[in-house]
């Protein structure tokens, strides 16, 4: 069964943390995404890669970085988390040239406080 | 501004009869659309999608219609269950960005009563 595995389903962290989401998937897929769903607002994409070491920023990307060393794990980064990014996180990944979309993971729900 | 949007935030529906969620698009420059389907906790799944060369796909007891001079797209479920009840989630996209980049609506919470 394919999969794309989020490492954490709850995490609690302070204000001012360095925050590190991990996602990985074993599908051998080029692209990979960061969306956080926030109630109202759907799902909003963070960043992007759609190759080793590659990256895009989405339509949120502010406070976040991520990175991918390699094509399985994509990782993202809250330099230094705000009570705002408290949300649910989602990894996806789609493989070039497919019109059947993402393959999600189950999500993060991260609690900064 | 939102390119997919779903005006519908929740919706509530009977046992047995049709659930519509819609979709509607202001970017003309998309071809593929797809509708996902989110249980809490739980990421969203793929349903059912529709290319810009068709007005109508189905699959078992899902439907979605494309009506692209309205720009509108539907999602109808018969008969509906309480197992649908669920998140339900419009994406679109464009043939040629890179990554196959899917462009989400707000979503529509369907409430199927038994």
């Known amino acids: ?113 | 501004d939102q390119q997919v949007k779903q005006n519908s935030p929740s919706l509530s529906v009977q046992e047995g009869r049709i659930s519509i969620l819609n979709c509607d698009y202001t970017n003309s420059m998309f071809d593929y659309f797809l509708w996902y389907k989110k249980y809490p906790a739980e990421g969203p799944t793929f349903l059912i999608s529709i290319s810009s060369i068709k007005d109508k796909n189905e699959d078992g007891r899902f439907t979605v219609f494309l009506n692209k001079s309205a720009k509108h797209l539907s999602l109808h479920i018969v008969p509906s269950q309480p197992g649908d009840s669920a998140v339900y989630f419009c994406a679109a996209s464009r043939s040629n960005n890179a990554g196959n980049m899917l462009t989400f609506g707000g979503g529509t919470r369907l409430m199927v009563k038994p």
């Open chain 1, 1 to 113: 069964d394919v999969k794309v595995t989020q490492s954490s389903r709850y995490l609690v962290k302070r204000t001012g943390e360095k925050v590190f989401l991990e996602c990985v998937q074993d599908m051998d897929h080029e692209n990979m995404f960061w969306y956080r769903q926030d109630p109202g607002l759907g799902l909003r994409l963070i960043y992007f890669s759609y190759d080793v070491k590659m990256k895009e920023k989405g339509d949120i990307p502010e406070g976040y970085s991520v990175s991918r060393e390699k094509k399985e794990r994509f990782s993202l980064i809250l330099e230094s988390a705000s009570t705002n990014q408290t949300s649910m996180y989602l990894c996806a990944s789609s493989s070039v040239g497919t019109y059947y979309g993402y393959t999600f993971g189950s999500g993060t729900r991260l609690t900064v406080v």
